[in-house]
């Protein structure tokens, strides 16, 4: 479905929209799910940003719209690195790569929304999947224990591990299960990867 410009760079606020040409056709329903950088200014590039989660109701007088009007609801994703941004913002330094702050590097899950059944999670390069309510967006958990992962792709320090996954994990239905990769940068023999999953349905 095209997206117009003015709704992917609007800023991340709950709104509704309106039909005011044509007509909605027919069947169409459900939602979409998008997800996007916060652009709060504090590092050059948006995909080092901490991340938010946007759903577009597809069926008018929804998710609290009036009747006629489409809901657009806007989360900030609320992990704990963003939790301590919030409470420490200080202490967290931008730069070209992302933000440094005492802590460690902070997963900002801002790339892809990926729906498995009844669940929903927001990916990122740099970090762990994040699972998300998918009725009200609200954080529920990052996706793994940071044993089960291997440990930090570099060792960068601070309580928040640095890992380079993918942001595009499948889901596998048959076993239930999420895969994905996680990146360690080695120097001997060569980049190193490793293929992760689990059956319980709790990691990616």
């Given at each position: ?32 799910m ?10 050059p ?77 927001a ?28 440990g ?53």
């Amino acid at each position: 479905m095209p997206t117009p410009r003015s709704v992917a760079g609007a800023a991340h606020q709950d709104f509704q929209l309106e039909l005011v040409d044509g007509v909605w056709p027919e069947g169409i329903a459900g939602e979409i799910m998008f997800s996007s950088p916060q652009m709060t200014g504090r590092v050059p590039y948006g995909i080092f940003d901490f991340g938010a989660m946007c759903n577009l109701s597809l069926t008018a007088g929804t998710r609290g719209a009036s009747p006629g009007h489409f809901s657009w609801r806007a989360r900030s994703i609320q992990s704990p690195a963003k939790r301590l941004f919030d409470a420490q913002p200080d202490l967290f330094i931008g730069g070209p790569t992302g933000y440094g702050s005492p802590y460690g590097s902070p997963n900002c899950a801002n790339t892809a929304p990926l729906p498995w059944g009844d669940r929903l999670y927001a990916t990122w390069d740099a970090g762990r999947p994040v699972e998300l309510h998918p009725d009200t967006l609200e954080f529920v958990s990052e996706v793994g224990h940071v044993d089960s992962w291997g440990g930090s792709s570099l060792p960068m320090g601070g309580v928040l591990p640095f890992l380079l996954s993918s942001a595009h994990p499948v889901a596998d239905p048959e076993r239930h299960c999420l895969w994905t990769v996680k990146l360690e940068l080695v120097t001997e023999p060569s980049v190193g990867r490793h293929l992760l999953g689990r059956d319980d349905g709790q990691f990616a």
